[in-house]
């Protein structure tokens, strides 16, 4: 913080652009979802349940890419960004999907899914970086499938936190014949979870959610399937918490806060170890 004339200012840190998927299916007790719950050691939410996702790979934006579904310009207008800033998103919601629990929202020429378990070694490659996706795509003939994501919500980073994401929501349902995992070294567990038992146990003090997954879960537990949720129409507005000085979470205010904080009872994140 700096000091000024008219008090301290918080000078907030850089954004990073970021893309987060809440990938569904269908139970007999309703919608579960795909949560993880991230490793102490992790620089930024360590120790709480997320969603899959992380930031953007700039190499992604005006690579060419074998696309089926909604351009890119579609998706910069809905979430209000320019196309090449999108392609890149929505590179990144599929690339983090795969890489975080093995999901590959592609497919080949002939339109099936691509077997993960065959392409291990590219999964590794895109994790250490050393791979773009967009070069992925084109060296394993792989289109990849925007038709399958769906515009959900998009969150920014309060201003007092030191690492900030300005994060897009995608929803995807779990593509028939694939399997989600649990093979990465972000999380310490990950599996499918009812989306109100997930909002139940949150409350009960079992795990943590950050906001903006609370959020989620609480959208989608609303809903009885997955093809009502995906057919459900959502208009997408930018949520930047409101913040009070020195008040830590307690101070964040955005939609929800108060039935959020009401749930939350005297429970405080998990320490972040680095």
């Not at 599929?94 to 691509?114: H, K, N, P, Q």
Request: glycine share 8%.
């Amino acid at each position: 913080m700096t000091s000024t004339d008219q008090g301290p200012e918080v000078v907030s840190a850089p954004i990073r652009d970021a893309a987060t998927v809440v990938l569904v299916r269908d139970s007999a007790d309703g919608i579960e979802v795909f949560l993880q719950r991230r490793v102490k050691q992790m620089a930024f939410a360590g120790g709480m349940t997320v969603f899959p996702g992380g930031g953007v790979d700039k190499r992604d934006a005006g690579a060419h890419v074998a696309w089926t579904g909604p351009d890119a310009a579609w998706w910069a207008s809905q979430f209000n960004t320019d196309a090449e800033l999108a392609q890149a998103l929505v590179c990144a919601a599929v690339r983090e999907t795969f890489e975080e629990c093995g999901v590959l929202l592609a497919t080949t020429a002939d339109g099936s899914f691509a077997d993960p378990g065959a392409l291990a070694d590219d999964r590794q490659r895109l994790v250490e970086k050393s791979l773009s996706f967009a070069e992925f795509l084109t060296a394993r003939g792989l289109t990849l499938r925007a038709d399958l994501l769906s515009p959900l919500a998009h969150w920014i980073t309060p201003v007092n936190e030191k690492r900030r994401y300005d994060t897009r929501f995608f929803l995807a349902a779990m593509p028939e014949g694939q399997k989600a995992d649990a093979e990465t070294t972000e999380a310490e567990v990950a599996r499918w979870v009812n989306a109100r038992l997930a909002i139940d146990t949150w409350a009960d003090g079992k795990h943590f959610l950050m906001p903006p997954t609370w959020a989620q879960l609480h959208y989608v537990s609303g809903f009885a399937s997955v093809e009502e949720l995906l057919a459900a129409e959502r208009s997408i507005e930018c949520i930047l918490p409101n913040t009070t000085p020195g008040a830590g979470l307690a101070g964040l205010g955005f939609p929800g806060s108060d039935e959020y904080f009401r749930t939350l009872g005297d429970q405080t994140p998990p320490e972040i170890t680095l």
